[in-house]
T-cell receptor, first 110, second 113 residues
Framework: KQEVTQIPAALSVPEGENLVLNCSFT??????LQWFRQDPGKGLTSLLL?????REQTSGRLNASLDKSSGRSTLYIAASQPGDSATYLC?????????FGQGTELSVKP | DARVTQTPRDKVTEMGQEVTMRCQPI?????VFWYRQTMMQGLELLAY????????DSGMPKDRFSAEMPDATLATLKIQPSEPRDSAVYFC???????????FGNGTRLTVT
């Protein structure tokens, strides 16, 4: 059974700092991995999707990497801003449906 | 800007009552998902449709929950009878095709007293 783990559960950093969020999964047989952002009281917003054949994806200040063989992904946020404060979730797709981690709650202090 | 629309936004009901949640997926998307989110369990998949056909509802309590797509513009999730343990935020999401990025609605916050 696929399990997705995210470390740390919560993170607080000062504005401007570069940071890394971690995601690990137990079964490497995945089609893709997605990173989402969730603001309080809102739904999830897709940030990046990495296909199983890819190693990384970039969007603006965000960079996500995928190492299928080790069952790991990282989300790198450069020059963090208070507006980046949210919960970040990763999810893997064994085939169609997504299986989510519990998320990392990020707080960026001005 | 296309978005997934869920109604109602909030629902408070008494134990034993029927609850129906509705979702309008993004036009042209052929996959639709229902997820439930709680603090304890996180996001759990309840049901998954492709081209309106149910593919996976293994996460759904079959005795009280049902999910349908009467047409391509409407997905419903019904709970009958509701119980306090059903209190959660229920999200609908749609995707253009299998393994595409998912677009989530803002959820229905259900409280069963």
């Amino acid at each position: 059974k696929q399990e997705v783990t995210q470390i740390p559960a919560a993170l607080s950093v000062p504005e401007g700092e570069n940071l890394v969020l971690n995601c690990s999964f137990t079964d490497s047989a995945i089609y893709n991995l997605q990173w989402f952002r969730q603001d309080p009281g809102k739904g999830l917003t897709s940030l990046l999707l990495i296909q199983s054949s890819q190693r990384e994806q970039t969007s603006g200040r965000l960079n996500a990497s995928l190492d299928k063989s080790s069952g790991r992904s990282t989300l790198y946020i450069a020059a963090s801003q208070p507006g980046d404060s949210a919960t970040y979730l990763c999810a893997v797709t064994p085939g169609g449906k997504l299986i989510f981690g519990q998320g990392t709650e990020l707080s960026v202090k001005p | 800007d296309a978005r997934v629309t869920q109604t109602p936004r909030d629902k408070v009901t008494e134990m034993g009552q029927e609850v129906t949640m509705r979702c309008q997926p993004i036009l042209g998307h052929n996959t639709v998902f229902w997820y439930r989110q709680t603090m304890m369990q996180g996001l759990e998949l309840l049901a998954y449709f492709r081209n309106r056909a149910p593919l996976d509802d293994s996460g759904m309590p079959k005795d009280r929950f049902s999910a349908e797509m009467p047409d391509a513009t409407l997905a419903t999730l019904k709970i009958q009878p509701s119980e306090p343990r059903d209190s959660a935020v229920y999200f609908c999401a749609s995707g253009l095709r299998t393994n595409s990025p998912l677009h989530f609605g803002n959820g229905t916050r259900l409280t069963v007293t």
